[in-house]
Each structure stands twice: as C-alpha cells, then as structure tokens.
C-alpha cells in the first residue's frame, strides 16, 4: 500500500486557493485537507463548507476534511453535500461519535475519527471497526508550523497494533509538524497517510517540496 500525502491548505495561500490547490494536484498530492475551526474547539477561525464547495469545482483529488468544531455532528450534512470524501471529527468534541459515524457514511461519505495529541487511543476503542480513517494529531490543534510531539508516534505504533488487531482497513493519518524529517518516523510508527501544511505550502514550490517529502518516505522498511 502507497503511502498518501494529503496536502493542507491551512498554510496556502488563501488569496489563490484554487490555483494551490491545482499546483498540489499536479504535484502529485493525492487528497486535499481542509482544516474547519470554529473558534470553540479551537481558539482559530477558519472556513466553512463554501471553501470546499468553491474548491470541488476545480479539483478533481479526494477532499480530507478535518472538522475541529464543538457539536460536530451539526456539520456533517453541509461538509459532504459540499464536497468531502473523507469526513474527519475530534472524539474530544462529541457526545455520539458512533451515530456522527454512522451519519457521515450514510451521507456518502468516509468517516474518520481525531485525537488530540493528549487523548487517550482507548477513546477511539468503540469506534475502531465502524472507521474508515483515525486521525491522530501529532501537534496540539489550532494552527499550523507548529513542531511534531515525538511521544505521539508510540500512539501511532499502538494505534496500528490495534487496527491490525481488529481487522479494520482503516487508514492511520498523522496531522501537524510533518516534514521531511518527520515523515520517515511516522510511517514506520504505521502511519499511511501524511497531512502537510507547512512543508508544502511555505517552501516557495509546491513541486520541490513534494517531491522531498515523497522522497524522505521512499526507503522506509515497513513493517505494518
Ligand atoms: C493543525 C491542522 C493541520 C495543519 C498542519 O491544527 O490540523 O492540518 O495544517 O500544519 P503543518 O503541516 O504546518 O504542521
Ligand atoms: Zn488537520
């Protein structure tokens, strides 16, 4: 299985988001993340589901979308009527997380669960066989070019033990400081899709710093 770099527009230029995104398609990038915050979860304020609505219009890769909002369940029906193929929610921010999940597929789309850095993987326990994708922030949530916490990668190795484990075929993401230096340690921890922000959007060329951040992870022995 190839690894996935999903490529986050936090750090894009959001005076041309389109023409970013379209530079990160031909790139090579094979999702798109969208980080939604709403101010309450998180301190930040980003974007709603117009942004991936305008942006489905003129890309055609798969939409990641990172919901860090209070009461996320509220937001299900606009982020996949608008676009999402991938519907992530933090555990931390919902009361239902089984019923959100079971909402999000019925809808169309891919489920996904997210922790913080500090929650515990047993969170995700009741949820782990219903998933399609466990987002694990390997950075506190917020805001982006903030640095990985290493102690995050032995949740990484425990997180792919457990959906071997159980059978599940979902795909362990890892959010927040990934970069060329980062991105070897967590896809040997077991992580097989890589959120970057920063490392692709603020290094002046979106086709360099792809093709670092494909290269750092093309020798790695993997285990998992
Ligand atoms: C942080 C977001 C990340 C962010 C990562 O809250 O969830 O997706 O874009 O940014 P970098 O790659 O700069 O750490
Ligand atoms: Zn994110």
């Not at 490529?7 to 041309?16: V, W």
Request: aromatic share 4%; with cysteine; charged share 25%.
């Amino acid at each position: 299985m190839r690894v996935k770099i999903a490529a986050s527009i936090l750090s894009a230029d959001y005076g041309h988001l389109a023409s970013e995104v379209e530079a990160a398609e031909e790139a090579g990038a094979d999702m798109i993340h969208f980080d939604v915050m709403d101010g309450r979860f998180v301190p930040n304020i980003t974007f709603g589901h117009g942004v991936v609505d305008a942006l489905r219009k003129v890309c055609s890769l798969p939409f990641h979308v990172h919901l860090m909002v209070a009461d996320p369940e509220r937001q299900v029906k606009n982020f996949v009527s608008a676009g999402a193929d991938v519907l992530v929610f933090h555990l931390e921010a919902s009361k239902k997380p089984s019923s959100t999940v079971r909402l999000i597929k019925r809808l169309g789309a891919d489920a996904g669960v997210s922790l913080n850095p500090s929650t515990d993987l047993k969170r995700a326990r009741g949820v782990l066989g219903e998933i399609d994708d466990l987002l694990l922030m390997t950075v506190r949530p917020g805001s982006a070019g903030q640095k990985l916490i290493p102690s995050v990668l032995a949740k990484v190795r425990d997180a792919r033990k457990a959906i071997l484990s159980c059978g599940s075929g979902a795909s362990i993401t890892v959010d927040g400081g990934i970069n060329p230096e980062t991105a070897p340690l967590a896809v040997e921890a077991g992580a097989s899709t890589l959120v970057a922000g920063s490392a692709i959007f603020s290094r002046g060329s979106v086709k360099r710093a792809m093709r670092d951040l494909r290269r750092s992870i093309s020798r790695i022995n993997r285990t998992w």
